[in-house]
T-cell receptor, first 116, second 114 residues
Framework: NAGVMQNPRHLVRRRGQEARLRCSPM?????VYWYRQLPEEGLKFMVY????????ESGMPKERFSAEFPKEGPSILRIQQVVRGDSAAYFC??????????????FGSGTQLSVL | QKEVEQDPGPLSVPEGAIVSLNCTYS??????FMWYRQYSRKGPELLMY????GNKEDGRFTAQVDKSSKYISLFIRDSQPSDSATYLC??????????????FGQGTILTVHP
């Protein structure tokens, strides 16, 4: 089953450390999206990437957060100098390149980030 | 005011009941409407995808959109314990710079007990 693969499933970091979350899209999908799910809140859009391009990062915090989707390899969401408020479930989604279907997102199982 | 409002529940029903889940929204630019199901510690799974007002049926699931009232619903017939999950409504503008930028409701926790 070539679904959206995220790793690690769980990540524990101490305040001030860096967190790196990885996402491999479904086979044939070239669009990747990152969402964050905070406790008691719904999923919030963070960033939309295509290979080697950031298309929309309007949901990303201005500092400490960055994302990339290189030509080869998985998409990476990087959080520098983590704080307790970064603790959340981070979900990656992918979609086909077709204009008519890229609203149909397929989600991975998420990475649960816990900041101590 | 949130763009999408969804009662978080929890909602508990007996097996075989008809379940009604709802969302209201304020942004009239939303054109595509989706329902996702999320099991505990899993990612959201797309259940229903609709465009424009009207009904769409898929097995035991029916999605309903009323754009004039800015109101969407998901009905589950003959509910099963395996339907126990969190149900998330989601919506998006049409095209432009909105690709993949879904706006989600908070999710409704549903439990179907045998």
């Amino acid at each position: 089953n070539a679904g959206v693969m995220q790793n690690p499933r769980h990540l524990v970091r101490r305040r001030g450390q860096e967190a790196r979350l990885r996402c491999s899209p479904m086979k044939g999908h070239s669009h990747v999206y990152w969402y964050r799910q905070l406790p008691e809140e719904g999923l919030k859009f963070m960033v939309y990437l295509q290979k080697e391009n950031i298309i929309d990062e309007s949901g990303m915090p201005k500092e400490r957060f960055s994302a990339e989707f290189p030509k080869e390899g998985p998409s990476i969401l990087r959080i520098q100098q983590v704080v307790r408020g970064d603790s959340a479930a981070y979900f990656c989604a992918s979609s086909p390149p077709s204009l008519a279907t890229n609203e149909k997102l397929f989600f991975g199982s998420g990475t649960q980030l816990s900041v101590l | 005011q949130k763009e999408v409002e969804q009662d978080p529940g929890p909602l508990s029903v007996p097996e075989g009941a008809i379940v009604s889940l709802n969302c209201t929204y304020s942004n009239s630019a939303f054109q595509y409407f989706m329902w996702y199901r999320q099991y505990s510690r899993k990612g959201p799974e797309l259940l229903m995808y609709t465009y424009s007002s009207g009904n769409k049926e898929d097995g035991r699931f029916t999605a309903q959109v009323d754009k004039s009232s800015k109101y969407i619903s998901l009905f589950i017939r003959d509910s099963q314990p395996s339907d126990s999950a969190t149900y998330l409504c989601a919506m998006i503008n049409a095209g432009g710079t909105s690709y993949g930028k879904l706006t989600f409701g908070q999710g409704t926790i549903l439990t179907v007990h045998p």
